[in-house]
């Protein structure tokens, strides 16, 4: 069984089209969040939601909008893509258990806006 | 500054040898600092946390932490052609949070 998975793994799409993410845990973890990681391979946080409800919204462009329906799911809408946004997104899940809380990721998605 | 910095590298070493990892991070408030290994093309895979001052040893990895120089470190004894990865460091980003900053990773490469 996946714990983290993540829909779909890749997604090539052309400048101004819609697009949406999914991500799923099966852990049972509180927190889940996206990550970026550009061409240099540098993750960077986008999202945070514990519970269902936002944490943590980095400087991201209201272009990209995080839904989570129940805190098994985190998905990631973006709106009029641009090349930019080329990329690969990881869903990551986590929980609070006395001092640890280290991630588990998703496989990641890797996006190509032509 | 930077929230966690470590050098890109490329960080050479021979099989056998011992391969050391710095970090750097900037905020004084950050309790919880781990080691993730990302193989090229694949998820980040949690090898070593540490909270408190001191060493941390798992296997052949041994993770270092000073909090007052704001120092996180991880060694690697015997490095193999398979630990050839990047090793990103990972600083929660204050002192309630659970989110976590990673540095740009260093790129280690074993040689046979």
Redesign the interface.
């Known amino acids: 069984d996946t714990a983290v998975s993540q829909t779909p793994k890749y997604l090539v799409t052309q400048m101004g089209n819609d697009k949406s993410i999914k991500c799923e845990q099966n852990l049972g973890h509180d927190t889940m969040y996206w990550y970026k990681q550009d061409s240099k391979k540098f993750l960077k946080i986008m999202f945070s939601y514990n519970n269902k409800e936002l944490i943590i919204n980095e400087t991201v462009p209201n272009r990209f909008s995080p839904k989570s329906p129940d805190k098994a799911h985190l998905n990631l809408h973006i709106n009029s893509l641009e090349l930019g946004d080329s990329a690969v997104y990881f869903c990551a899940s986590s929980q609070m258990t006395g001092e640890y809380y280290g991630y588990t990721f998703g496989s990641g998605t890797r996006l190509t806006v032509v | 500054q930077k929230e966690v910095e470590q050098n890109s590298g490329p960080l050479s070493v021979p099989e056998g040898a011992i391969a050391s990892l710095n970090c750097t991070y900037s905020d004084r408030g950050s309790?919880?600092f781990?080691w993730y290994r990302?193989y090229s093309g694949?998820?980040?895979?949690?090898i070593m946390?540490i909270?408190s001052n001191g060493d941390k040893e798992d296997g052949r990895f041994t993770a270092q932490l000073n909090k007052a120089s704001q120092y996180v470190s991880l060694l690697i004894r015997d490095s193999q052609p398979s630990d050839s990865a990047?090793y990103?460091c990972a600083v929660n980003?204050n002192q309630a949070?659970?989110?976590?900053?990673?540095g740009?990773?260093t790129t280690l490469s074993v040689s046979s």
């Open positions: 309790q919880s781990f990302q694949k998820s980040p895979e949690l946390s909270y990047t990103l980003k949070g659970t989110a976590l900053i990673f740009k990773g």
